[in-house]
T-cell receptor, first 112, second 115 residues
Framework: RKEVEQDPGPFNVPEGATVAFNCTYS??????FFWYRQDCRKEPKLLMSVYSSGNEDGRFTAQLNRASQYISLLIRDSKLSDSATYLC?????????????FGRGTSLIVHP | DTGVSQDPRHKITKRGQNVTFRCDPI?????LYWYRQTLGQGPEFLTYFQNEAQLEKSRLLSDRFSAERPKGSFSTLEIQRTEQGDSAMYLC?????????????FGQGTRLTVV
């Protein structure tokens, strides 16, 4: 079983739609959770950190459920420019370090 | 440009040759990571440095791979006797110290093609 799992999609949605992605992680001792965005043939860039109480940044809302070991990302009012791959990242304990560990990403395509 | 810099951006090499990639992290960042990414997959962790110390290595990292960060600044990743399966994007990331919630910033990557 992979340490961080995501549905690869693609999620194909019209402009203005609301779309949600989930990500599950296997290590209950994981600390720190993030969503990164990666455009085609570009490097990953931080979209938002995920806090225990949940957090919102404009049209984006992230939630963490430690009991069920999953993270979610909700995008409201989708824009064409939201088309990208969304990577779930969990810092997982390895030795004395916490290593950012990536899921395989969920592809989002927003169409007119 | 004060971001993470990687060199070269692209490398084509023949099977069996050695290649070396360089990463210059953001100057005040003491944590440095190497990842490998293939099409349709997320970045896979290879190795981690804190300052000049290599603290973690993935089981994915075979004996043909070696990484250094001699002065705690730039890092190099060498692949010896390259194989076609080594073809991938090699990404470097850096982050500041100060807990586990710090953001990792990525370079643009080195795309390796082994022919």
């Amino acid at each position: 079983r992979k340490e961080v799992e995501q549905d690869p999609g693609p999620f194909n949605v019209p402009e203005g739609a609301t779309v949600a992605f989930n990500c599950t992680y296997s290590n209950s001792a994981s600390q720190s959770f993030f969503w990164y965005r990666q455009d085609c043939r570009k490097e990953p860039k931080l979209l938002m950190s995920v806090y225990s109480s949940g957090n919102e940044d404009g049209r984006f809302t992230a939630q963490l459920n430690r009991a069920s070991q999953y993270i979610s990302l909700l995008i409201r009012d989708s824009k064409l420019s939201d088309s990208a791959t969304y990577l779930c990242v969990v810092r997982i304990a390895s030795g004395g370090s916490y290593i950012p560990t990536f899921g395989r990403g969920t592809s989002l395509i927003v169409h007119p | 440009d004060t971001g993470v810099s990687q060199d070269p951006r692209h490398k084509i090499t023949k099977r069996g040759q050695n290649v070396t990639f360089r990463c210059d992290p953001i100057s005040e960042h003491n944590r440095l990571y190497w990842y490998r990414q293939t099409l349709g997959q997320g970045p896979e962790f290879l190795t981690y440095f804190q300052n000049e110390a290599q603290l973690e290595k993935s089981r994915l990292l075979s004996d043909r791979f070696s990484a250094e960060r001699p002065k705690g600044s730039f890092s190099t990743l060498e692949i010896q006797r390259t194989e076609q399966g080594d073809s991938a994007m090699y990404l470097c990331a850096s982050s500041a110290s100060g807990g586990t919630n710090t953001e990792a910033f990525f370079g643009q990557g080195t795309r390796l093609t082994v022919v």
